[in-house]
């Protein structure tokens, strides 16, 4: 694949993402699910509201900056409503997640590549996580989920860079990943997993550095790769053990923070009623408050193990209309059940099909790194620790250990939790589907070239066909009933 293909490709995947984004974006004239508290406290910034929240405060920003500025757009203004605490369209309060969101494909992509350089990987990567449900829902109303993963992915992707580049270069992309990191953690404290996912990688990468020169000559060290080496290999082995622990302390530690705490300082003004180690402590009681993770506490909770099978997704909106023509019913009460003729019905679901191949390749990736590692220890009748990895076995191990950063906390978390906190790990998902996929069509054999062919069909009719409960556009009570396929989906 050229460069220009590839560029056009990166350009498609970017279009397509924005215009379902922006499509009928102020279809409905209500807050919708969580936007009763979002785009309040975005309002109240401009307002000069105080107010607690039990999250930091960088995605209401962001929801404040939208409002802000598509106040003063000349467009958009159609329908209003003064749910926010001001008259607003729903337009002022969405569009901004609806455009930094269409970027988050474009930055799976750059992953993908800065990780294997294969462009055909990268668009996979890209064009699967376009085609999710839950990362279209949360863009395109006025919530704050969707800006941990964009400022997380940001982070690792300008760290992938860094790695590729030398000198002024390296420190450049370096401080720019400190900032986006400390900014997904300044959305809601779970961000921290993506920084972690890096500092876990790195540290093996010293871990086997040492391991190789304790059983090698010095002649064989990582520094003193032969020339024929390939240069991929050279930036993952090289440069990340480059990167010393100083480095690793000041940039993706001492800058995360500094940014964390910069961002707090407009909140801590506006409301002084908490300084900055209080409010944290009442975030933390905040979250302790909020129970076990049963249906009791909200009908929507979900373990983390129902995460990764989609076993329980939410409905963030569900009004009935005697038919399509009629006004949406968005303000008034809803019509007695069973009346309605006609549905709508925003669900926060992701794509079934790309969530469950995508943890059928997460299981398949972290089974390839155990059978090399059974296999070396066969061979050499010991734990044998080779001194270079191929490009596949390090892409492993980078989904799998990013994956797992991401799920792993929350199996010890006993408040009620939603499937939206899966966003972070998921998104790994995507990836491993993408690197199977990309495997196969790169296949020498003509069957696997089309299990390659048909796992993408599948994934691109899945999205195709549950975009209307992704879009909230109007269903029959036949058509809503196809889409639900378990009673635990409703």
Request: one cysteine or more; a positive charge.
């Given at each position: 694949m050229t460069k220009k293909w590839f560029q056009l490709g990166l350009a498609g995947i970017f279009l397509l993402s924005l215009a379902l984004r922006f499509w009928g974006i102020n279809r409905f004239n209500t807050l919708v699910f969580d936007e009763v508290y979002y785009a309040k406290f975005g309002n109240n910034y401009l307002t000069h509201v105080p107010f607690f929240d039990g999250h930091p405060?960088?995605?209401?920003?962001?929801?404040?900056?939208?409002?802000?500025?598509?106040?003063?757009?000349?467009f958009g203004h159609e329908t209003v409503n003064g749910l926010t605490g001001s008259l607003r369209s729903?337009?002022?309060?969405?569009?901004?997640?609806?455009?930094?969101?269409?970027?988050?494909?474009?930055?799976?992509?750059?992953?993908?590549?800065?990780?294997?350089?294969?462009?055909?990987?990268?668009?996979?990567?890209?064009?699967?996580?376009?085609?999710?449900?839950?990362?279209?829902?949360?863009?395109?109303?006025?919530?704050?989920?969707?800006?941990?993963?964009?400022?997380?992915?940001l982070g690792q992707l300008l760290f992938l860079l860094a790695l590729a580049n030398?000198?002024?270069?390296?420190?450049?992309?370096?401080?720019?990943?400190?900032?986006?990191?400390?900014?997904?953690?300044?959305t809601k404290w779970n961000g921290l997993f993506f920084l972690l996912g890096i500092y876990i990688i790195w540290s093996i990468c010293w871990i086997w550095q040492r391991i190789v020169i304790i059983k090698n000559q010095p002649t064989d060290v990582i520094d003193d790769l032969p020339v024929n080496f390939p240069s991929y290999q050279q930036s993952l082995l090289q440069n990340l053990t480059q990167l010393n622990i100083i480095q690793i302390i000041f940039f993706l530690g001492i800058i995360p923070l500094a940014v964390y705490s910069v961002i707090w300082i407009p909140h801590l003004q506006l409301d002084t009623k908490y300084g900055f180690i209080e409010v944290h402590k009442q975030i933390l009681a905040f979250h302790e408050r909020l129970g076990g993770?049963?249906?009791?506490?909200?009908?929507?909770?979900?373990?983390?193990?129902?995460?990764?099978?989609?076993?329980?997704?939410?409905?963030?909106y569900y009004q009935t209309a005697q038919s399509a023509a009629d006004p949406l019913p968005v303000l008034g009460p809803p019509l007695p059940s069973g009346a309605g003729k006609v549905i709508y019905d925003i669900h926060a679901m992701g794509n079934p099909f790309l969530w469950w191949f995508g943890l059928t390749a997460i299981i398949f990736l972290l089974g390839l790194l155990i059978g090399k590692i059974i296999i070396y220890v066969v061979q050499h009748k010991r734990l044998f620790v080779k001194k270079t990895l191929s490009i596949d076995t390090w892409i492993a191990l980078y989904?799998?250990?990013?994956?797992?950063?991401?799920?792993?906390?929350?199996?010890?978390?006993?408040?009620?939790?939603?499937?939206?906190?899966?966003?972070?790990?998921?998104i790994f998902a995507f990836l491993a589907i993408a690197w199977f996929v990309d495997q196969c069509l790169r296949s020498y054999y003509q069957q696997v070239r089309v299990v390659g062919v048909t796992i993408t069909f599948i994934i691109l009719a899945a999205f195709i066909f549950w975009m209307p409960v992704y879009l909230g556009l109007p269903l029959s009570a036949e058509g809503y009933k196809l889409r639900m396929w378990f009673n635990s989906w409703i």
């Open positions: 405060p960088l995605g209401k920003y962001m929801i404040a900056i939208g409002i802000w500025l598509g106040s003063h757009i000349p729903p337009w002022s309060y969405r569009w901004m997640n609806a455009l930094l969101g269409s970027f988050i494909p474009v930055i799976v992509a750059g992953i993908a590549y800065q990780l294997s350089y294969r462009r055909s990987f990268a668009l996979l990567g890209g064009l699967f996580t376009a085609c999710d449900g839950i990362f279209l829902v949360e863009s395109r109303y006025a919530l704050i989920n969707i800006y941990i993963v964009l400022f997380g992915l030398q000198r002024q270069r390296r420190i450049f992309y370096l401080i720019f990943a400190g900032i986006a990191f400390g900014a997904s953690v300044a993770n049963t249906a009791k506490v909200h009908p929507y909770c979900a373990a983390w193990y129902k995460w990764p099978l989609m076993a329980r997704p939410i409905a963030y989904l799998v250990i990013n994956y797992a950063v991401n799920l792993v906390p929350w199996m010890k978390v006993t408040r009620c939790v939603f499937i939206y906190h899966y966003m972070t790990s998921v």
